[in-house]
């Protein structure tokens, strides 16, 4: 059984910055896209960053040049650096690994709730 943990959510002031991290437990077999998710309260659920073993990084348009996607495959962490936190990025914000090919074999974590605020 594959798990997903992150963590390094917290109350950020406005300009100040983060990170977050999403800790892997089981093995991962094949190819598998990283993604981060994050969802405001009366607000669907949006893709923040998503990152595949080849090929370019994606990001929301409201974070690029902001937040970075990065993985560290040693340690079975995927990380969002987000840099020049504004209001709107309060929300729940969720891991989630999916298979490159197969997308019903993924897993989700339960999320970490950044507030920004002064």
């Known amino acids: 059984q594959v798990q997903l943990v992150e963590s390094g959510g917290g109350l950020v002031q406005p300009g100040g910055s983060a990170r977050l991290s999403c800790k892997i437990f089981g093995d991962l077999f094949g190819s598998y896209f990283k993604k981060w998710y994050r969802q405001a309260p009366g607000k669907q659920r949006e893709l923040v960053a998503a990152?595949?073993?080849?090929?370019?990084?994606h990001y929301a348009d409201s974070v690029k040049g902001r937040f970075t996607i990065s993985r560290d495959d040693v340690g079975s962490t995927v990380f969002l650096q987000m840099n020049n936190l504004q209001l709107e990025a309060t929300a729940l914000y969720y891991c989630?690994?999916?298979?490159?090919?197969?997308?019903?074999?993924?897993?989700w974590g339960n999320g970490t709730q950044v507030t920004v605020s002064l």
């Open positions: 989630n690994v999916h298979h490159s090919i197969f997308h019903c074999i993924g897993y």
């Open positions: 990152l595949a073993d080849v090929g370019p990084v």
